[in-house]
């Protein structure tokens, strides 16, 4: 019985180490997905900025436009247009383009990642603690009036553990 518990109690401190070994992984890739997104709202922040200047731009364009009306003729005017409008919707369209690559980037490799953790807790398992000899004492100490705490550090396991064998056995607790 000594021996099981040893086995038991390293089990438990395995676990808990994988476990914080999870936990440290999740948030070194927080970490780098912060960093990610930090880059991507300074992509954002750019295009703004580019957005407002090409906003004056157009507008000085408008005033340009307002005064060589009078001297332009409807094809001149259409011409015009156009060329400004290209000029304006060229860089933001490459802009767009980069901020769509990195956006497809982040998501790719978010969903590497998700599908890693996924595999890595598919593959842990938790080894059940309680045998039938554990059934029998834990039944045998509570008929005989023992609390479930008092049966837990007893026995060395858990409370839910013994209050998960109580209910299986339908023993009704007065806890």
């Known amino acids: 019985m000594h021996f099981i518990q040893l086995n038991l109690e390293y089990i438990v401190i395995v676990m808990a180490f994988i476990i914080l070994y999870l936990l440290y992984f999740v948030y070194a890739k927080d970490a780098q997905h912060s960093k990610n997104i930090r880059s991507v709202v300074k992509v954002v922040e750019d295009l703004n900025r580019e957005l407002f200047y090409l906003k004056k731009q157009l507008n000085k364009i408008q005033g340009k436009i307002k005064e060589k009306l009078q001297r332009m003729n409807d094809d001149q005017i ?98």
């Open 78 to 175: 259409y011409e015009e247009i156009e060329r400004s409008v290209y000029d304006i919707v060229q860089p933001l369209s490459l802009e767009f383009k980069q901020l769509q690559e990195n956006i497809n980037a982040i998501d790719t490799e978010i969903e590497n990642r998700i599908s890693s953790l996924e595999s890595g807790v598919k593959q842990i398992s938790i080894p059940s603690s309680i045998h039938a000899n554990d059934n029998e004492k834990i039944l045998s100490l509570f008929k005989q009036g023992n609390s479930v705490e008092t049966i837990s550090k007893e026995l060395h396991i858990a409370q839910p553990e013994v209050e998960f064998v109580l209910k299986i056995n339908k023993i009704k607790q007065s806890s």
